[in-house]
């Protein structure tokens, strides 16, 4: 059974803790509520897109824990073709901090996902071709860089050209300078950045928008950069440029999955063969259902109206 988008990337299970503030070194502060569910930048993309009507699919490795147990279960509620392998060992952990503005902080225990190599990529290689966009996400482990990079190399030698390759940085813009990620940006045709990620990748630019140009000149096709409360810009190789505002709405509870709403959002639109406005408007609007409740997932609309 072929599916329409795949996903890879660390699979989680998010802990989010609401907080009267969020604590410095040394100081305390009261806890208000606790969610938890799974979690993990790609993941959270992929049920988005299942929740939207796209069958969608997601290679990955879990624990044998019952963390790993409550992913799987969840993966199946959603719809999703999971592709999980279970190792001996935890499942990867998010533990996260959400302030009464929807500001937010995050600590990451990779767990198994450090055991995803290129043995899954090879066992999945029908999967994998079956899709129209095969959709990555930051890791912690750097052995997991090389896999995404030999798989976007991959996309061109081995697999289908028909399969696009969808990346979202995440946390690597923060470990990495953009020599390291250039093989898979330059073989993207649409790469996800908050402002915050681009600027830390490509701090020498003097905007989002000259910043955006860099990343295009690497080869990618697209770029899309999420602006919070400002919206979205997004860029295309051809030189189509577009600052969308953000979609009116409820305010904001916890901003925690934002950007994967907006990649499930976006890539609907591309799916749907939209033009790049009206799919960074699709995905402002998927990013604010999510930023209306706590934690990557409960906020993820089923549609696109109301």
């Known amino acids: 059974m072929s ?24 100081e305390e502060a009261g806890i208000l509520g606790v969610t938890k569910e799974p979690g993990g930048s790609a993941a959270n993309t992929i049920v988005g897109l299942s929740r939207l009507g796209v069958s969608a699919g997601f290679v990955g490795v879990v624990g044998s824990d019952e963390a790993g ?30 302030d009464p503005r929807g500001e937010r902080a995050l ?9 995803l190599g290129l043995a899954e990529v090879e066992a999945e290689k029908d999967f994998l071709c079956g899709a129209r966009f095969l959709h ?12 995404q990079r030999e798989l976007a190399s991959r996309l061109r030698r081995r697999l289908k050209p028909s399969v696009h390759l969808s990346f979202s940085p995440g ?11 250039v093989e898979v940006v330059g073989r993207s045709e649409v790469v996800f950045f908050s402002a915050g990620e681009l600027k830390s990748l490509v701090g020498e630019k003097e905007n989002y928008e000259s910043r955006a140009e860099a990343i295009l000149n690497c080869g990618a096709k697209i770029v899309c950069v999420t602006l919070g409360e ?9 030189g189509e440029k577009h600052l969308i505002n953000a979609a009116s709405g409820k305010g904001v509870v916890d901003t925690t999955g934002a950007g994967d709403a907006f ?44």
Not at 171 to 181: A, V
Not at 266 to 292: D, P
């Open 136 to 147: 990555t996400s930051s890791f912690v482990g750097k052995e997991q860089l090389e896999v």
């Open 3 to 26: 599916v329409e988008v795949v996903g890879l990337g660390a699979v989680n299970y998010d802990i989010l803790y609401a907080v009267e503030r969020i604590a410095k070194g040394g």
């Open 263 to 306: 990649a499930a959002g976006f890539l609907f639109g591309l799916l749907h063969e939209e033009g790049l406005y009206e799919c960074g408007k699709t995905g402002n609007l998927v990013a604010s259902f999510c930023i209306r409740e706590y934690g990557c997932r409960s906020g993820l609309p089923y549609s696109l109206e109301g």
């Open 230 to 238: 400002r919206g979205c810009f997004v860029a295309g190789a051809g």
């Open 171 to 181: 946390m690597l813009c923060f470990k990495h300078g953009l020599e390291d990620l």
């Open 69 to 98: 147990s409550q992913i799987l279960a969840d993966f199946r509620r959603e719809g999703v073709e999971a592709r999980l392998r279970r190792e001996e060992g935890e499942t990867g952990t998010a533990i996260g901090f959400v």
């Open 107 to 115: 600590y990451i225990f990779p767990g198994v996902n450090d055991r």
